[in-house]
């Protein structure tokens, strides 16, 4: 059984940075991608990045681009969040997700696709780390 666990999130000022994990444990694969969404109260789930695990090849979401970064450890198995620059708009949870492989009905065979693909097209979720800003 595979699980995602995420890490770092906490209580920050406005214009600070963090940096959230997600680390696979359990059978581990070899991933097509994963990344991040978050929620924040009263709100849908909503993209916020991508990364193709052998190429590093990355996608953002308009409202963090330039100011997150996504990178991970093959080694590791761990996805990173790098978030500078942190706005009260950023407070939300945030979920780690990963996809292994193409059998889902929904696959987002683009990168570009995580954006607009259902929530059920990721295979393997983290239970979520918070984060907050503060003005």
């Known amino acids: 059984q595979v699980q995602l666990v995420e890490s770092g999130g906490r209580l920050v000022q406005a214009g600070g940075s963090l940096r959230l994990s997600c680390a696979a444990s359990?059978?581990?694969?070899?991933?097509?991608?994963m990344g991040w969404f978050r929620q924040a109260p009263g709100r849908e789930r909503e993209f916020v990045a991508a990364?193709?695990?052998?190429?590093?090849?990355?996608y953002y979401a308009d409202s963090v681009k330039g100011r997150y970064t996504i990178s991970r450890d093959n080694v590791k198995n761990t996805a990173y969040l790098q978030m500078n620059s942190l706005k009260p708009e950023d407070t939300a949870v945030y979920y780690c997700?990963?996809?292994?492989?193409?059998?889902?009905?929904?696959?987002?065979?683009?990168?570009?696709?995580?954006?607009?693909?259902?929530?059920?097209?990721?295979?393997?979720w983290g239970e979520g780390t918070r984060v907050n800003v503060s003005s």
């Open positions: 997700a990963a996809v292994r492989d193409n059998t889902s009905p929904d696959y987002p065979v683009e990168l570009t696709l995580w954006s607009a693909c259902p929530l059920s097209a990721m295979q393997y």
């Open positions: 359990g059978r581990t694969f070899s991933w097509d991608a």
């Open positions: 990364i193709r695990w052998y190429t590093g090849n990355t």
